[in-house]
């Protein structure tokens, strides 16, 4: 996680969050997901390669 802030006077300021999650499972014999509601299920086998990335940007004015 990265995560920069500045502050351009006491009242006004901004910050950057970037994150990522990386997951790579090889040569699985089997792997089981449970998803949604009714709770399905989802197996795979063999490879499985899962990649996340999240960004944010806020832009901030304190009133007091």
């Given at each position: ?16 969050v970037?994150?990522?999650?990386d ?21 795979v086998?063999?490879?499985?390669l ?6 944010i940007?806020?832009l901030m004015y304190?009133?007091?």
């Open positions: 996680m990265i995560i920069n802030e500045n502050y351009f006077t006491k009242k006004f300021h901004i910050n950057v970037l994150e990522f999650t997951y790579d499972f090889e040569d699985m014999r089997e792997f089981t997901l449970k998803v949604g509601p009714e709770l399905e299920e989802v197996v086998r063999d490879d499985f899962n990649s996340h990335y999240y960004g940007f806020n304190e009133l007091c």
